[in-house]
């Protein structure tokens, strides 16, 4: 069984901060996985934001709309790890963010097909 670990998760002051969230997994190897990130603010239903499809000839990503050009996801083999690079961030983008691993290996946007979940980060973006 696929544990994951979010990391990296914080206070940003003013519009246009940025940070890297990192997604560390053991127990399994995450080049085989698709991988999703989601959030999930105060009130709100848990949000899609950016997925990527297991290692392969041809990888594939995808975004949620509002994301695109500002988020970026990225996997590291050798350190079994994954990555959300989100630039130019929002006070609308504070939520609890989340890592998720997909056996299929699709990356769907869906998260109900999604098996294994990290216990999330917080993100705080201060206007």
């Known amino acids: 069984q696929v544990q994951l670990v979010e990391s990296g998760g914080g206070l940003v002051h003013a519009t246009g901060g940025s940070l890297r969230l990192s997604c560390a997994a053991s127990?399994?190897?995450?080049?085989?996985?698709?991988l999703g990130w989601f959030r999930q603010a105060p009130g709100k239903d848990r949000e899609f934001v950016a997925a990527?499809?297991?290692?392969?000839?041809?990888?594939?990503?995808s975004y949620a709309d509002s994301m695109k050009g500002r988020f970026t996801i990225s996997r590291d083999n050798a350190k079994n790890t994954a990555y959300l690079q989100m630039n130019s961030l929002k006070p609308e983008d504070t939520a609890v963010y989340y890592c998720?691993?997909?056996?299929?290996?699709?990356?769907?946007?869906?998260?109900?097909?999604?098996?294994?979940w990290g216990q999330g980060t917080q993100v705080t973006v201060s206007s």
């Open positions: 998720a691993a997909d056996k299929t290996g699709r990356g769907p946007r869906k998260g109900d097909e999604y098996a294994y």
């Open positions: 127990g399994g190897t995450l080049s085989m996985y698709g």
């Open positions: 990527i499809s297991r290692s392969g000839p041809v990888t594939y990503t």
